[in-house]
């Protein structure tokens, strides 16, 4: 069965760096688009990323260009997005999703990032 679990989120200071992770299992890993979303206190789910199944290309939210860099190690099935420069508008559940953005098929239950000074 499909899983995606999301790790590495926490409490971070603006400026701050962190490294999410989404350990996925149950599908051809590399045969997928991944991408990465967001959900913001009142303002709803919006995208921040995607990547290519073999990480050839990568997309960016205008918000977080810059600044976030989303990658995939194929061999061990994982996702990642580093963020650099956190700013309190980061502030959100972070999302792995299997396929593009708000269209996946396969959402893992999110990793939250809050960021406060």
């Known amino acids: 069965q499909v899983q995606l679990v999301e790790s590495g989120g926490g409490l971070a200071q603006p400026g701050g760096s962190l490294k999410l992770s989404c350990a996925a299992s149950?599908?051809?890993?590399?045969?997928?688009?991944m991408s990465w979303t967001r959900r913001v206190p009142g303002k709803g789910i919006e995208w921040v990323s995607g990547?290519?199944?073999?990480?050839?290309?990568?997309y960016y939210a205008d918000s977080v260009k810059g600044r976030f860099t989303v990658s995939r190690d194929n061999a061990k099935d994982t996702l990642y997005l580093q963020i650099y420069n956190l700013k309190p508008e980061d502030t959100a559940l972070y999302y792995c999703v299997r396929g593009w953005g708000l269209d996946g098929d396969w959402w893992g239950q999110g990793t939250q990032v809050t960021v406060s000074s």
């Open positions: 149950g599908f051809a890993f590399m045969s997928y688009a």
């Open positions: 990547i290519y199944g073999d990480g050839s290309e990568t």
